[in-house]
């Protein structure tokens, strides 16, 4: 990484928040004079909080957001200084002026007088390392259910009552029908949508700009979601939010 930069000469490195694997890579550049830079990504940067005064420069949504992150309560947080924080807005949410809700239904073939409910799927491979993800929650074999719950009998109740990926999607897929909406289920090519996960259309995340999610987000009525940093797009574009928890 290093050689690299120095090779290229490069002057500024941008990183999507601060993290702790950044400080080594911070510390490598820094004797050739590079500048280090940070974005703020949604929520993300919160786990992190502890160390945005390392960075050159830090540039957050806006003074609200800075606050949050220094008063969110984490252990290994010191008083911060905030000598290189900055402000930037949220330049994601430009794109929305270039699109239109209107072609966007043409082009998914949602017919103009229904309401979407927009479905983002689960992401169990992304959580596969985790034991409720990936043996309670998304597994469908109830033997290794139970093996799951032999090592973590808090999760019984959770087999027993049907408390599984597959049953919230069911109850989604139903308040569909109850209201005649269309079921627009948006998925990650890095994490495949189960097979039991069908909507009235299946789309996945192919386009940085316009960002798809914003475009689904331009002709939906609702969002389900679990636990997805789309909640800081839902806000902005005033589509409520549902994080399932």
Not at 55 to 82: A, C, M, N
Not at 108 to 137: A, N
Request: aromatic letters at 16%.
């Amino acid at each position: 990484f290093a050689t690299t930069v120095r090779e290229m000469k490069i002057d500024i490195v941008i990183s999507i928040n601060f993290y702790h694997w950044h400080i080594r890579f911070q510390e490598l550049v820094k004797p050739f004079g590079v500048k280090w830079v940070s974005i703020q990504y949604a929520l993300d940067m919160l786990p992190a909080s502890h160390l945005i005064d390392i960075p050159d420069r830090y540039f957050f949504f806006s003074e609200v957001w800075y606050e949050l992150t220094r008063t969110f309560d984490h252990p290994k947080k010191t008083q911060l200084i905030g000598d290189g924080v900055r402000f930037c807005g949220f330049p994601e949410l430009d794109q929305i002026t270039v699109i239109d809700p209107a072609q966007v239904r043409l082009e998914l073939g949602i017919p103009e007088d229904k309401p979407v409910v927009l479905y983002l799927s689960f992401q169990y491979l992304m959580q596969e390392k985790q034991l409720y993800s990936r043996y309670i929650f998304t597994e469908n074999n109830p033997v290794m259910k139970l093996l799951a719950c032999m090592r973590y009998p808090k999760y019984f109740n959770h087999v027993i009552h049907g408390y599984n990926n597959e049953n919230v999607f069911k109850a989604i897929k139903k308040f569909c029908e109850r209201n005649d909406a269309y079921l627009l289920i948006n998925g990650r090519q890095k994490s495949p949508i189960p097979p039991y996960i069908k909507g009235d259309k299946t789309v996945t995340d192919v386009s940085f700009y316009p960002a798809d999610i914003l475009k689904y987000l331009s002709v939906a009525d609702v969002c389900f979601n679990y636990w997805s940093n789309v909640v800081t797009e839902c806000i902005p574009m005033n589509v409520p939010n549902i994080c399932i928890s």
